[in-house]
């Protein structure tokens, strides 16, 4: 011990304590169990060194060494760096194509999302009314209709121009019918644009709409139908053939040439056909004003031009291109009106369905017409008086098997001929036989046309030229032009009959059996003398046909063409 502060050479100090008496002093204490020693080695409870810790290093261990750590992750620059040029490559490409490909997407669901709100849309629908016949008949299938407005040069009903399309519930057939826009027709109560209440009234159909407006046109046609319309679709024809131009031309294929395709004012052959606007409106309009008094025919051409012009639209070269959708859809988003649950992609469910099916799936008619030209008492303006029954029958058809009644298929167009072979040289050719003369005719008279009186008139002009009238009528349902029907036994009092009647058209039907008909149509002018006929030729001055001859023999009068 170091010498206390302060302490000199006189201090004394002491020395060891001397141990007491009879005290003992204690021994070292001896580790308690489980501590480690001294030493610093840790035991187990029998004295012996515990097993170092699995991954740990073991101190006081000679030849321990630590876990070797996990190789560092590769950095992004040096994965990029370790890629080919040609990986490099693709993988720019790749990603320059999905950025392509998400940029015309986001651009045409834009478009699509713009035109969709663009269209003007109205309450049209009633789909719980009360004439709804056999609701339960019609889940799945699509009653569209179409409604063309504004014809050019047509007043009043005549400026409407209504189809009814049912497709069915698979999509494999669809039944259009054409609406006389003039028509006599009971429209239910219903809301008019203006959102007033207006009773019901008897009127022609085009007139529920241009005095009511779509909702009351949507009633008057299921009060007529008994069908319920899911889906209303205005159409200005006035910018149909803007939208025509919008495409660049549409193509039209017609099967054949009926006597409603024929009736424009620029026909169109049976085959195919590229239309652009002045010749879709060229087509689309009436050729006569009076050939088409109850307004199918327009309904019919306009039903092809719209059809085949949303077909365009969602072709591939269309929506591929931005230019040409954007200037369709922005003028078609001025043309259409559609109902408030109708949108784009139900125009060309439309569109599709009718495109894709051809032949027999698609059946076509009007409807069965009694009168042309009918004026009830106290109004001015003709009318069209349906067949009420075959109406009610067709649509109860339609209703239950989506398909249209046997009668109300159009006639098929008489077949051609077949080919006349040369006779061998040696056989002297007979001559052919003598046309009947006008007192060997004997035919009835129908009046087709909206002139009342007209068919008595064509009966007394007729018998003046020696024919035999039997009975004077009316026509059910107006004709385009006059026509001469004749049965198989029948068929040279009928060209007898046509040469005597400048414009008629000669129609084969095996209902009449050998009976002749002469319905007087719009073209009908006056009657003319029967040319007499010609001498026949010496036996020996016959001659053999020539091939233009016998093509014009075997010519069809309406041919039928392939449009798949």
Known sequence: ???????????????????????????????????????????????????????????????????????????????????????????????????????????????????????????????????????????????????????????????????????????????????????????????TSDGDIREPATEALGESLLDGGPACMVRAVQQLSGLRVDHYLGVDLARLPDMVDSLNGIPVCLPTVTDAWAAAAAPLPAGASELDGERAAGWLAPGDATADVAGTAVAERAQVLLTSTLREAMSFGVLGNPARLTSFLTTAADALTVDESTNLGDLRTLAGTLGDLSGDAVQRTALPVTEVGYVPVGRDEPYVLLDRAATRTLFETVIEDGRLPAEALPQETAPAPAPVEAAPAAAPAEPPPAAPLPSAVTLDVLNGTATAGLAGTVADALRAEGFVVASVGNQQGGVDATVVRHGPGALAQAQTLASAVPGAVLQADDALGDGVQLVVGPNYTSVVPVPPPAPAPAPEATAAPSADTLAAQAAPASATVSCG
Not at 68 to 73: E, G, L, Q, V, Y
């Open 1 to 191: 011990m170091p010498p206390l502060p302060g302490g000199g050479p006189g201090v004394q100090r002491s020395g060891p304590v001397p141990p007491l008496p009879g005290v003992r002093h204690s021994q070292p204490v001896p580790p308690l169990p489980g501590r480690p020693p001294a030493g610093g080695e840790r035991l187990d409870r029998r004295g012996r060194p515990l097993p170092p810790i699995p991954g740990l290093e073991a101190p006081g261990r000679s030849g321990a060494t630590a876990a070797p750590r996990p190789p560092r992750k590769e950095t992004r620059a040096a994965r990029r760096a370790a890629r080919s040029p040609g990986r490099r490559r693709m993988v720019r490409l790749a990603q320059g194509v999905a950025a392509l490909m998400a940029l015309v997407v986001a651009y045409h669901l834009g478009l699509y999302v713009y035109v969709d709100n663009s269209i003007e849309r109205v309450e049209a629908l009633a789909v719980d009314g009360p004439e709804l016949v056999a609701p339960q008949l019609q889940e799945g299938a699509a009653t569209y209709l179409v409604v063309g407005t504004g014809l050019p040069g047509a007043e009043g009903p005549g400026r409407v121009a209504p189809l009814l399309a049912r497709v069915a519930p698979d999509e494999e057939s669809a039944v259009l019918v054409s609406l006389p826009p003039t028509a006599l027709v009971d429209t239910p109560s219903c809301r």
